[in-house]
């Protein structure tokens, strides 16, 4: 995956992300002009959270505490007056696609390590995907296999086998689903896929892809 890829996904990412923020905004401003209780509560979390910083790096934790219980205090005073607008309790949140990373495509792990996200990790898969002519997964899956377009009669003279076509391509189907299933041990084997061209290799690659992206 080169960094020209990654790094467009990254510039879509962070348009989400200012998009959402722009919105709260002005969701923010409507609904301020409609009830200027909310902005005067709002104001007093923000000051307070300036407070409580300074606090905690005074060690102050008796002040703390009391801080603490007029935020939460205000926090269900603020979700009383959604509510009571039938508004929902994170109606002053940024509306993020993922929440999980908040559309910044990397979260925290938890040593505080970053690490790309699974959202931004499907993008990344989906353009593998479309790329190699994979689009189809939907479709192209082993679910809609069907071994019976392929002879059950063994022919070695053409085969070059001692089992038939339909035994076969099970034989191949099979190895494929074992390599799925074990796809994350170390020691499983990787799978070669060859031939002459027109022999439609790349329905197999497809079959597994599809199975690969439905476990996970």
């Given at each position: 995956m080169s960094n020209e890829v990654l790094?467009?996904?990254?510039k879509e990412y962070e348009q989400?992300?200012?998009k959402s923020e722009i919105d709260l905004e002005k969701r923010k401003t409507d609904l301020y002009i409609k009830i200027p209780k909310l902005k005067e509560i709002e104001d007093e979390l923000n000051h307070y959270a300036i407070n409580t910083a300074k606090l905690i790096l005074e060690n102050k934790n008796t002040s703390l505490n009391s801080l603490q219980k007029k935020i939460d205090e205000l926090k269900i005073e603020k979700e009383k007056i959604l509510k009571s607008k039938n508004l929902d309790i994170n109606y002053l949140k940024p509306f993020y696609e993922c929440e999980l990373c908040k559309d910044t495509g990397y979260i925290r792990d938890t040593n505080y390590n970053s690490q790309m996200c699974n959202c931004l990790k499907q993008k990344l898969l989906d353009y593998s995907f479309h790329k190699s002519n994979m689009t189809?997964?939907?479709?192209e899956n082993f679910s809609n296999f069907n071994e019976n377009l392929f002879s059950d009669k063994i022919n070695i003279e053409k085969y070059k086998f001692d089992i038939s076509p339909r035994d076969n391509i099970n034989n191949i189907k099979n190895s494929c689903i074992n390599f799925i299933e074990h796809f994350d041990d170390p020691n499983t084997n990787n799978l070669l896929f060859s031939g002459n061209t027109g022999l439609r290799k790349d329905i197999y690659v497809k079959l597994y892809c599809a199975r690969?992206?439905?476990k996970r």
């Open positions: 790094n467009s996904l990254l989400k992300k200012l189809n997964l939907k479709s690969i992206a439905k």
